[in-house]
């Protein structure tokens, strides 16, 4: 049974920064496309940033709203996926959760911003930004 376990979020003043971590268990999600989205209070759930593989090149996607600001990356060891959040504002305030598809592919940013591409969520995270 694969599951996805989203931690590390939490309560932060403007300008500060989080890493979340997302757990992956009962498959290995080396080579697997994974993402990140986030749900603001009152909000649908949206896109935040995505990695996926091909060809030994490594491919990253980011919405606008958060280039420059915050990276996602794994390490295949620990079977994780991480995003790290800088120079966080409210506007970053969201559940947050880890996402993983089950075809090993390499994502078109289209596939990757599709909530529909992925087959795997963990249950979210909750990052709370104060002005």
């Known amino acids: 049974q694969v599951q996805l376990v989203e931690s590390g979020g939490g309560l932060v003043q403007a300008g500060g920064s989080l890493r979340l971590s997302c757990a992956a268990s009962?498959?290995?999600?080396?080579?697997?496309?994974m993402g990140w989205f986030r749900q603001p209070p009152g909000k649908e759930r949206e896109f935040v940033a995505a990695?996926?593989?091909?060809?030994?090149?490594?491919?990253?996607y980011y919405a606008d709203s958060v280039k420059g600001r915050f990276i996602i990356s794994r390490d295949n060891a620990k079977n994780t996926l991480y995003l790290q959040m800088n120079s966080l504002k409210p506007e970053d305030t969201a559940v947050y959760y880890c996402?993983?598809?089950?075809?090993?592919?390499?994502?078109?940013?289209?596939?990757?911003?599709?909530?529909?591409?992925?087959?795997?969520w963990g249950q979210g995270t909750l990052v709370t930004v104060s002005s």
């Open positions: 990695i996926s593989w091909s060809g030994g090149s490594t491919y990253t």
């Open positions: 009962g498959r290995t999600f080396s080579r697997y496309p």
């Open positions: 996402a993983a598809d089950a075809a090993l592919r390499r994502h078109t940013r289209a596939q990757a911003l599709d909530e529909s591409t992925y087959d795997y």
